[in-house]
């Protein structure tokens, strides 16, 4: 049998091979990790500045008709994409509201976006939190500009309407930290 392994050497390439494998995975893991944390010690772990949103017409409670993100709107917010019959968005709520409120502290406006209409229920959704709530007039004009229809989704925005953090879903803490970096960076835009 010219070319063929004997059993029981096959048996040992294969354990000598699992384990090779176990260790490059260990490797691999602990590179990826650790890179994670060097890039977050160092602040480097923000993405690069996506391209700048489009303006969205927005409404508000009293049907008052806005603009974000245009020309005339220098303003840095934390935008929070909802709805009311989204469960990962009411997991997600108690989280925009400590963020909302980092973002304050910094001076940045926090708003929540919807594509539903502005009953009670939707405008009082992050009551008390200081939160305004506008519905969005063309949700595919939202959609377009944020690249997705994941809700929720979670974005800081800087004063020249660039997407400094976007996140779909439920923020996790290494998440929630990287909009909080963002929020400060978007806080001394300009100084």
């Known amino acids: 049998m010219t070319g063929t392994i004997p059993h029981s050497l096959r048996a040992q390439l294969g354990r000598v091979i699992d384990v090779a494998t176990l260790g490059a995975l260990v490797v691999a893991v602990w590179m990826f990790i650790s890179r994670d944390d060097n890039a ?3 602040g480097a772990s923000l993405p690069e500045l996506q391209p700048a949103v489009v303006p969205v017409n927005v409404v508000d409670e009293q ?3 806005a603009r974000l993100f245009d020309d005339a709107d220098s303003g840095a917010y934390l935008v929070m994409v909802f709805r009311t ?3 990962v968005c009411d997991a997600q709520k108690e989280g925009w509201i400590a963020l ?3 973002a304050r502290s910094r ?3 926090s708003v929540a976006l919807t594509p539903q209409r502005l009953t009670g229920s939707v ?3 992050f009551e008390p939190a200081p939160i305004p709530v506008l519905k969005v007039e063309e949700p595919t004009a939202l959609w377009s ?3 997705t229809r994941v809700v929720p989704t979670t974005l800081v925005i800087g004063r020249d309407d660039r997407v400094w953090f976007r996140h779909m879903g439920l923020l996790h803490a290494e998440a929630a930290a990287l909009a909080q970096v963002a929020l400060e960076r978007v806080s001394r ?3």
């Open 40 to 42: 977050r010690q160092a």
């Open 100 to 102: 909302a409120s980092t």
């Open 123 to 125: 405008a009082e959704y």
């Open 85 to 87: 019959d989204c469960p």
């Open 145 to 147: 500009s944020l690249g």
């Open 107 to 109: 001076g940045v406006e």
């Open 189 to 191: 835009e300009g100084d």
């Open 63 to 65: 049907s008052a008709r």
